[in-house]
């Protein structure tokens, strides 16, 4: 009987884990994880912070789930190094012996070399451990530091728990990585309507306090605060990868092929820790998000049981919830495209919807989008279906892209769709 051993039990292992037992129902699988629990969701976590959401509800699977899908679970269990010419996984206390290993080891949060971030009272928000600390705490006055979106989320719900919240970006604008300027300073607005207080271009040079924090000093001033939140965007947790010298990429993530099989014989790896081919601009980089996970768990999964699914690209659509509205966004921005000849077309309602849509050489690159939740989802379908994006991921697949390919979406059809929209007047 093969015995696969999956490291990590966030999304990515529990999906390789699943896929493993169905491509081989007779497979042993080892699930092993350094948290305390089963299952969760991180897209939730601020939901639960915020008081909006009970803490059960975080929950995605219970303990039996995984003794009746036959996933041996471990919890508490971390892996500490790994013998791929041996094919032994070394965990506290005892070691296994694989046929095949997946690697889903995530992310872990950035955290900056200034001054007083070990003080009490600084917190991260990746894991249930840093949400139940941060619900626990409940701040009077917060500083929020990193206007992406977790960071956005993070501050909406210290507000909605009644603290006072400073949300410090050091770029000139909020979800800097989703969004160009028009749209950037509509979702700033949103914010301080929200009762945060927006410090876009100021640094955080240091956290003060005796044992626990009581100050933040940034580039502009002072900041009084009980609570520093950093959420400052995610790297990849590579420990293990990288004393095994598997090989990792320019991005810091694990590389691995199309099978997301790695460098090493009979080891796979998926979602956060791996970098991946962009489906929009054929590039190679981290894609952090959920969908992304949840697909490469599946391949990886299936093929350390012997499978041979491919993993086609990651697709970065991002969307944060600001209350009954929601930002969402796919492709590049202008921003990160800095390339001659793009064009930025804006529009913005009376009710305070926008769109931006960014065009270079006659292609789309990527869209920014403000509006009610409920529309949302439905917007997005209709520009990636209007720019034939699932056209170009079927191609895809049938000529096994290679790191240098590209396929951004052409224009085609976009522009009816766009009228569809209302957005025939953009200039
Ligand atoms: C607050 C927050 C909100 C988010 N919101 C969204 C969203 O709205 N939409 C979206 O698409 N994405 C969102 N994301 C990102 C998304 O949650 C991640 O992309 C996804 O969870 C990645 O899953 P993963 O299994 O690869 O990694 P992780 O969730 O990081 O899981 C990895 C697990 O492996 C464990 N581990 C690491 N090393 C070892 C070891 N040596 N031994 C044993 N165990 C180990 C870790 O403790 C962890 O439990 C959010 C993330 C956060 C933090």
């Known amino acids: 009987m093969r015995t696969i051993a999956v490291v990590g039990g966030g999304?990515?292992?529990?999906?390789?884990?699943?896929?493993?037992?169905?491509?081989?129902?007779?497979?042993?699988?080892?699930?092993?994880?350094?948290?305390?629990?089963?299952?969760?969701?991180?897209?939730?976590?601020?939901?639960?912070?915020?008081?909006?959401?009970?803490?059960?509800?975080?929950?995605?699977?219970?303990?039996?789930?995984?003794?009746?899908?036959?996933?041996?679970?471990?919890?508490?269990?971390?892996?500490?190094?790994?013998?791929?010419?041996?094919?032994?996984?070394?965990?506290?206390?005892?070691?296994?012996?694989?046929?095949?290993?997946?690697?889903?080891?995530?992310?872990?949060?950035?955290?900056?070399?200034?001054?007083?971030?070990?003080?009490?009272?600084?917190?991260?928000?990746?894991?249930?451990?840093?949400?139940?600390?941060?619900?626990?705490?409940?701040?009077?006055?917060a500083v929020v530091v990193g206007a992406g979106p977790v960071g956005l989320e993070c501050a909406l719900a210290l507000v909605a728990r009644g603290s006072k919240v400073y949300l410090v970006e050091l770029l000139p604008r909020v979800l800097p990585r989703l969004l160009d300027e028009p749209?950037?300073?509509?979702?700033?607005?949103?914010?301080?309507?929200?009762?945060?207080?927006?410090?876009?271009?100021?640094?955080?040079?240091?956290?003060?306090?005796?044992?626990?924090?009581?100050?933040?000093r940034t580039s502009s001033g002072f900041l009084e605060a009980d609570a520093v939140i950093l959420v400052l965007g995610m790297r990849p947790e590579v420990k293990l990868a990288s004393q095994a010298s598997l090989g990792l990429g320019a991005s810091g993530g694990i590389s691995v092929d199309s099978l997301m099989a790695t460098q090493a014989e009979q080891v796979w790896a998926c979602g956060d820790c791996v970098e991946s081919l962009d489906l929009i601009n054929g590039r190679t980089g981290l894609h952090m998000l959920w969908g992304n996970a949840v697909l490469q768990g599946r391949v990886a999964g299936a093929n350390a049981a012997g499978g041979r699914r491919r993993f086609l690209g990651a697709l970065n659509v991002t969307t944060v919830r600001i209350g009954d509205k929601a930002v969402a966004s796919v492709g590049m921005t202008a921003a990160e495209l800095n390339s001659q000849g793009e064009r930025l077309l804006f529009k913005k309602d009376a009710w305070g919807n926008g769109m931006g849509i960014l065009i270079a050489d006659g292609k789309l690159m990527g869209a920014q989008i403000l509006g009610p939740v409920e529309r949302i989802g439905g917007i997005l379908r209709i520009l990636l279906q209007g720019a034939s994006l699932g056209h170009h991921m079927r191609e895809a697949g049938a000529r096994r892209l290679g790191p240098e390919s590209s396929i951004l979406w052409p224009l085609k059809g976009l522009e009816a769709e766009l009228k569809s929209l209302g957005l025939s007047t953009l200039p």
């Open 183 to 216: 749209l950037a300073e509509m979702v700033k607005a949103l914010l301080e309507q929200k009762g945060i207080h927006v410090l876009t271009g100021q640094k955080v040079m240091e956290v003060q306090g005796s044992q626990k924090v009581e100050a933040v």
């Open 11 to 141: 999304i990515a292992g529990h999906e390789a884990a699943w896929a493993a037992r169905r491509q081989d129902p007779d497979c042993r699988v080892l699930l092993f994880n350094e948290e305390a629990h089963p299952l969760y969701s991180a897209c939730i976590l601020a939901d639960y912070v915020s008081g909006e959401l009970p803490r059960e509800k975080v929950f995605l699977l219970d303990p039996q789930e995984y003794h009746r899908a036959g996933v041996e679970f471990h919890a508490r269990s971390a892996a500490i190094a790994l013998d791929v010419s041996q094919r032994l996984l070394v965990l506290e206390g005892h070691e296994v012996h694989y046929d095949s290993l997946v690697l889903a080891t995530g992310s872990r949060p950035l955290v900056p070399p200034i001054e007083g971030v070990a003080l009490r009272g600084v917190h991260t928000l990746k894991t249930l451990a840093d949400a139940d600390q941060l619900a626990m705490a409940s701040p009077r006055r």
